[in-house]
């Protein structure tokens, strides 16, 4: 039980605070901007859609410091960071299905694709089912989690199969993310694209610029208006 606490304190730790750096640079690059907003907007989303919910028990619940059985956990990942570490968790899991897609496409999330809808609902649902295996056992499978936005059902309405119970509940958080999360990123991606473009444009246009009038040759009162170019004094 003591090694299995270690490796969740190092996978989530790691998995949290190693990319935030790299989030930073990307941040400062106007071509990468739009991967530092994915990254954030996945942070925000997860926070606001189970995480914090489900770590203090806000709905038919119990806080995760009640449903740890490891002084391990209660003292290095109690409620008041474990929500938050585990939304950057989740805005790494963008940056990994941002990756992966870049590993078949040379612009990633560039226009909709079929193929990588069904890349992402396939990854969302894997790594949840690995995590929650082998990180959250005690804490998501305990059915103690209660409802959230992005998971409805409570866990005492989990289906019972043959080869045992469906956590229905744990899975819906990235069920729910497939449909939200890719329409979104295609959205940031093409926003932020279209500024650095209007923003290449002006540049080549010799910003900052001024008007000048000029009279029409037939003598009327319409003033046209032409963009100059400023000069720059040598």
């Not at 449903?67 to 391990?72: A, E, N, Q, R």
């Not at 990633?108 to 694709?113: F, R, T, Y």
């Not at 010799?206 to 000048?212: E, I, N």
């Amino acid at each position: 039980m003591f090694e299995n606490d270690i490796l969740t304190l190092t996978i989530v730790y790691s998995n949290a605070l190693i990319p935030i750096p790299m989030v930073i640079l990307m941040s400062m690059k106007k071509d990468l901007r739009w991967v530092a907003a994915v990254y954030l907007f996945t942070v925000i989303l997860a926070a606001c859609g189970w995480e914090t919910w489900w770590t203090f028990g806000f709905v038919d619940g119990e806080n995760v410091n009640d449903i740890y059985t490891s002084k391990l956990l209660k003292t290095y990942l109690p409620a008041k960071v474990c929500w938050l570490l585990n939304s950057l968790c989740d805005g790494t899991v963008a940056l990994i299905t941002i990756s992966l897609l870049a590993s078949y496409r040379r612009k990633p999330l560039e226009k909709a694709s079929l193929l990588d809808a069904v890349v992402i609902a396939i990854f969302f649902n894997l790594q949840d089912l690995l995590v929650s295996v082998f990180c959250y056992e005690q804490v998501l499978l305990s059915g103690k989690t209660g409802l959230a936005p992005f998971s409805p059902v409570h866990a005492k309405w989990n289906p019972v199969t043959s080869v045992g119970q469906f956590e229905i509940s744990v899975e819906l958080p990235w069920i729910f993310m497939s449909f939200f999360w890719y329409p979104l990123a295609l959205k940031t991606r093409q926003t932020f694209s279209t500024s650095q473009e209007d923003e290449n444009n002006g540049g080549e246009m010799g910003l900052p610029m001024h008007v000048a009038p000029f009279a029409m040759n037939d003598g009327a009162a319409t003033t046209e208006c032409t963009y100059v170019q400023l000069e720059q004094d040598s």
